[in-house]
């Protein structure tokens, strides 16, 4: 079969070109945004990429396409599969259909902490000689791709609450079908599609009810959002994890987070020695011990892989080092994930300052939802540096200006650059905050850091 996806180069629809290749398809896609590395990524797979959307990409030999909820009304190949009825499908549609639907899926939802609790987890399957499939919407250092089919019986899906298409505003994990599914956090976010927290409770509702009474929810027993989900319904058995008040809990975390003890109802199951930072990462990594044990894994031999995980992209990656001054890229964008990241931040900085650096570039931040809490998320930081993007709705300055928080604003990334060349020394840590590109400031801060 032939398919064509629209938005093929955005994380998730990029895997689902994978898989579909990985399956034995012919796969070819469109995009605005045909660069690298999604681009290569896909290249390298043999899956012909075409620049912008024009109805001649879908040629006779197209036998389905799957278009990403990137993808609206008025897009001229979307406007042509619908005018020619071609046949069609969203990508979680697609992925249901074509692959979780004989697979035994461990689904991880939240608002924060999906990418990397889904990649641990794949990993301690991977390390228990499992093979498990994966779909997640980052790169786990641990396997250097996004998505692979895997082996049955195994799959392992990042489950996102955004909605599914233009023509199916679910989200899109009621697709998915978990027999394991983890539920990490639930805030208010996606101000875009989402009225309240109310309407985002009812989509994890929907998914709840997915879940079969043989399988497992392993919720954190520290998020009151999710308890009220929980109690809305719920036909499965449960496992609660939380730093110190669930049945999977860590003790003895060393001062740099380095090595924490794992327990299940209060008796030591394991332990983890690994390069990873943060309560939220322990956290994650109880939540995926857990899924994994549901899938067959003992906790110790999971204790084990988390040795070996080695991070993902963007969260916490380091960029490179100039001088003693360390530079990282880390996608926080939620205040929540912002606070904790800093957090993690200062496990490692020992005696050197945190520059925090932050472009909010979400939809959510855009529309100003979250101004005073993402002030109140940097005052963990040293000194914090904000960056004013173009078509943010509000204004920078005065949200800085009204908060006790100490901040300076740059609307130019090069004066930006500038600032911390001049006030960064040796032993000091710079944090880069984004879900976008940020002006490739990453690269351009580590060339003027070896200039000086």
Not at 201 to 212: A, D, E, G, I, W
Not at 359 to 364: D, H, I, L, V
Not at 383 to 409: H, N, R
């Amino acid at each position: 079969m032939h398919i064509h996806i629209l938005g093929i180069c955005g994380t998730f629809m990029g895997g689902i070109a994978v898989l579909a290749k990985q399956a034995g398809h012919t796969v070819s896609g469109s995009d605005e945004n045909v660069y690298p590395p999604m681009s290569t990524q896909l290249e390298a797979q043999g899956i012909e990429l075409c620049e912008g959307y024009q109805p001649e990409h879908i040629t006779d030999s197209v036998d389905q396409v799957v278009i990403g909820n990137v993808m609206s009304r008025g897009n001229p190949l979307v406007e042509y599969v619908l005018n020619k009825n071609i046949p069609y499908s969203s990508g979680p549609q697609w992925l249901a259909d074509n692959v979780l639907s004989n697979h035994w899926v461990l689904a991880v939802a939240g608002t924060h902490g999906k990418t990397t609790t889904a990649s641990m987890l794949a990993w301690i399957l991977e390390y228990a000689g499992m093979n498990p499939g994966f779909l997640i919407g980052g790169v786990p250092d641990n396997f250097g791709l996004s998505a692979r089919y895997g082996e049955y019986p195994f799959f392992v899906v990042e489950a996102d609450e955004y909605d599914t298409a233009f023509f199916d505003k679910r989200s899109k994990f009621v697709h998915y079908s978990p027999r394991t599914l983890v539920l990490n956090n639930l805030e208010f976010d996606h101000a875009d599609i989402f009225e309240n927290i109310e309407a985002i409770q009812k989509q994890f509702h929907h998914l709840v009810r997915t879940v079969p009474g043989e399988g497992l929810i392993v919720t954190n027993n520290d998020e009151p959002n999710l308890q009220a989900v929980l109690e809305k319904g719920c036909w499965t058995p449960t496992e609660t994890f939380s730093e110190n008040n669930g049945k999977w809990t860590e003790i003895n975390c060393s001062d740099d987070g380095k090595k924490f003890t794992v327990c299940v109802d209060g008796e030591v199951a394991g332990e983890v020695n690994w390069d990873m930072h943060g309560k939220h990462n322990r956290m994650n990594a109880l939540a995926a011990i857990a899924a994994a044990r549901h899938a067959g894994v003992p906790v110790k031999q999971a204790c084990a892989a988390m040795t070996e995980f080695k991070g993902i992209k963007r969260r916490l990656e380091v960029k490179g080092e100039v001088n003693g001054i360390t530079v990282y890229d880390d996608f926080a964008h939620h205040p929540t994930a912002i606070e904790e990241t800093i957090d993690a931040m200062k496990e490692v900085s020992k005696d050197g300052a945190v520059f925090a650096v932050l472009e909010p570039r979400s939809n959510t931040m855009r529309m100003g939802i979250h101004k005073d809490d993402m002030m109140r998320s940097l005052k963990g930081a040293d000194k914090v540096l904000l960056y004013q993007p173009a078509g943010l709705d509000w204004d920078l300055s005065s949200t800085v200006e009204s908060s006790d928080i100490k901040a300076k604003v740059y609307e130019d990334v090069d004066i930006m650059i500038e600032a911390l060349c001049e006030n960064a020394r040796s032993g000091d840590h710079v944090l880069i905050m984004s879900n976008g590109g940020f002006e490739s400031i990453h690269d351009r801060l580590l060339t003027a850091l070896n200039e000086r």
